[in-house]
């Protein structure tokens, strides 16, 4: 996908907020591996149940205020080599 495509889903998904199959998190380096593959699992599931082709977890996203604030990367040593 093409920046300018990932920009306007961005601000698609943004302006729907969160539901079953979208959550945003404003996530720093310290970010559990743990609580990322809970939030894929159930948002892959809720996919599911509801017939829809994807489920949305997007870092970089205040919560409260919808604004773009970047994220953190996990470093490769942190992360789940699954």
Known sequence: MDPARLS???SELIATWENEVVE???AGSDYSTDDIGKYFSALANEANLRGVESAWLVFGVH???RSVVGATTVP???????
């Open 24 to 26: 945003f998190k404003q």
């Open 76 to 82: 490769r040593s942190n992360a789940c080599n699954h």
């Open 63 to 65: 919560n409260k205020t």
């Open 8 to 10: 306007q889903l961005l």
